[in-house]
Structure formats: C-alpha cells, structure tokens
C-alpha cells in the first residue's frame, strides 16, 4: 500500500475502534497482535501483511469496505 492509503486506513481504523469503545490494548487483544502495531498502523505508520487485516476485521466485526472507504457503485 502507498503511504496516502495507510494514512486513510489508520484513520478509519481508529475511528472504528473508538465506534466499538475499544482501546488500542483491548483491540490488539482480541486480534491477537501487539498494542504497538496497532499503534503504528492507526498512525500509518506501518505496512501490514494480510492476515493482520483480517484478524483486525474480525476483531472489529466490520467489512472490508468500511476499513478502506470504498463505495460500492
């Protein structure tokens, strides 16, 4: 991903985690990483492999397209 991309998606995972009134340590608990990483990826601040993606998802219990803003047209 581009740094504009892992920008949005920090910013959209953030928000999601404050939706759910969810800390960063309580949200790396239930995906199974390190409150660190969560740290850096809602600072777009780190790349992620795909399967962070998909535990952060299910953590979250949101769709994809509601961590990257896509419109479905």
């Known amino acids: 991903m581009n740094n504009e991309s892992l920008v949005t998606f920090g910013a959209n995972l953030c928000a999601e985690r ?3 009134k969810l800390s960063q340590e309580d949200l790396a608990a239930k995906a199974g990483l390190q409150m660190q990483q969560i ?3 809602e600072n777009g601040k780190a790349d992620f492999k795909f399967t962070t993606l998909l535990r ?3 953590a979250l ?3 994809f397209e509601q961590l990257f803003d896509i419109d479905a047209q």
């Open 61 to 63: 219990d949101v769709k």
């Open 56 to 58: 952060l998802m299910k």
């Open 18 to 20: 404050h939706r759910k």
């Open 39 to 41: 740290s850096k990826i």
